[in-house]
Structure formats: C-alpha cells, structure tokens
C-alpha cells in the first residue's frame, strides 16, 4: 500500500494528528501523577486519565480512517463520546459525592447525556434529513445537563462541598456551558438542515470538514482542560 502523508494543506488529518498526540500526552500525565494524588481524590484523577486515554485509543483510530478514506469518522467519534461523556458525568458524581450526592443523580446525568448523543448520531446519519429536529431534542438534553449543572442538584451540592469543590464546580460548569456549546455548531455546520434551514456551508465536503476540525478543537479543549480542572482540583483542597 502507498504510503499516506499528510499534505500541509490537510487541517482535518492535522487535527486528527494533533488530537492524538494531546490526548496521549495528557493520559500519561494523570497516569504518572496518581502516585503524587491523595488517597482521596485519587479516582478523580484516574476517571480524567482514562477520559483522555479512551479518546487516545479513538483519536489514533480516526485519524487513519479519515487519512486513508478523506471521509469522517463519525461512527466511532460517537463511539468515543458514548464512552467519555458519561465518564464526565461521572466526574460531576465523585466530586460532589463528599457533600451528599446520590448515586440516582449520577444516572440523570448519563440518561440525559445519552440521549444527547444518541438523536445527534441519528441526525448525522440514520435520517440527516431531519438533522434540525434530533438536533432540537439533542440540545434539550443538552439544556438539562446544563440545568443541573448550573442550578440543579450539582450546583446545589457542590455549594455544600466546601470552597475549593465549589469553586471547581463552577470551572467545569463553564465547560458545560461554553465548552460544549462547540459542539452543536460543529453539527450546524456539517448538516444538511443547517441552522434551521440555513446552510452555512453549502458544498457537502467542506461542510464535513468543517465539522471535523469544529469537533477535534472541541474535544481537545474539553476532555483535556476538563481533566486539569479536576487535577487542579486535586492539588487545592485542602485535605
Ligand atoms: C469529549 C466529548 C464531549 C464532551 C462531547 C460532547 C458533545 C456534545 C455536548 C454534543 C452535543 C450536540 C448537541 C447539543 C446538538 C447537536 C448534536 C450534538 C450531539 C453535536
């Protein structure tokens, strides 16, 4: 087989490359540093590393695929979310655990994630002609993680959890927010609905690509920055 380079000219395989490389870098990092982390937030930490490390497994995966084919990857990027998001969720439960959270709370989080997920993947392949409708009934799901993140339960716990929990809750509050909010305009880009009917990409393949490197700066930013807010975390409290 011909040996496949990246052009210098191909952001899509460049990020894919670059993903990669980060999501690795990070792994090793929370790996090594759970001998330095206290006993007590030592799942934390170890819950990021493998954030970042099944995104690793995922990243190198697509990042072939999408070099070898020039198509997107999107079974398995949803494969990685289906896998990460919830570990996220999970993230939320650990830390506000310590002020009371139950376990019911951990599993509203993951419905509603997969939920999230699920009518996006529909959207993007099963019956993209309808990509504005399962993006709706996505983004309400999105809206109620971000409720309970923000004024719901978490929130309400994490007020409980002392200064340094609170304060981290808040940080990763914002990722929800802002973070994720990449993520839908990745979506408008790359599908035929667009937003409401209005393409912002009109010609297919750049609409794909578009969505991709949308999606790669995405992940980047919130399965690594949202493991060094837990790390940081770590290192803060007090006890
Ligand atoms: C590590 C991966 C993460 C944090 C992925 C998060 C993905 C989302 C928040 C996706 C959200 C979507 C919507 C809110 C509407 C359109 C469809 C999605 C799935 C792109």
């Known amino acids: 087989m011909e040996h496949l380079k990246i052009a210098s000219d191909n952001y899509v395989a460049f990020t894919f490359f670059i993903g990669t490389m980060a999501m690795m870098a990070a792994s090793v990092f929370f790996f090594f540093e759970l001998n330095n982390t206290s006993q007590k937030w030592r799942t934390s930490v170890l819950v990021?590393?493998?954030?970042?490390?099944?995104?690793?497994?995922?990243?190198?995966?697509?990042?072939?695929?999408?070099?070898?084919?020039?198509?997107?990857?999107?079974?398995?990027?949803?494969?990685d979310w289906i896998l990460t998001v919830p570990l996220m969720c999970v993230e939320f439960y650990?830390?506000?655990?310590?002020?009371?959270?139950?376990?019911?709370?951990?599993?509203?989080?993951?419905?509603?994630?997969?939920?999230?997920?699920?009518?996006?993947?529909?959207?993007e392949t099963l019956d993209r002609a309808h990509s504005v409708l399962w993006g709706?009934?996505?983004?309400?799901?999105?809206?109620?993680?971000v409720y309970l993140i923000w004024f719901?339960?978490?929130?309400?716990?994490?007020?409980?959890?002392?200064?340094?929990?609170?304060?981290?809750?808040?940080?990763?509050?914002?990722?929800?927010?802002?973070?994720?909010?990449?993520?839908?305009?990745?979506?408008?880009?790359?599908?035929?609905?667009?937003?409401?009917?209005?393409?912002?990409?009109?010609?297919p393949a750049a609409a794909s690509h578009a969505m991709d490197i949308v999606y790669n700066i995405a992940d980047a930013i919130n399965k690594i920055g949202f493991g060094l807010v837990i790390y940081a975390l770590s290192r803060n409290a007090d006890n």
């Open 48 to 79: 990021s590393g493998l954030i970042t490390f099944i995104a690793a497994v995922h990243y190198y995966y697509m990042r072939g695929y999408n070099l070898e084919t020039g198509e997107s990857p999107t079974f398995f990027r949803y494969v």
């Open 136 to 145: 709706v009934i996505s983004g309400i799901a999105y809206f109620y993680i």
């Open 152 to 203: 719901g339960e978490v929130a309400k716990l994490a007020h409980t959890a002392g200064t340094q929990v609170a304060k981290a809750t808040r940080i990763l509050a914002w990722f929800v927010l802002v973070g994720w909010a990449i993520y839908p305009l990745g979506y408008i880009l790359g599908t035929p609905g667009g937003l409401f009917g209005v393409q912002l990409v009109a010609d």
């Open 94 to 123: 650990l830390i506000t655990k310590k002020a009371g959270a139950k376990i019911g709370l951990l599993w509203k989080l993951i419905f509603a994630s997969l939920i999230m997920l699920v009518t996006g993947y529909f959207g």
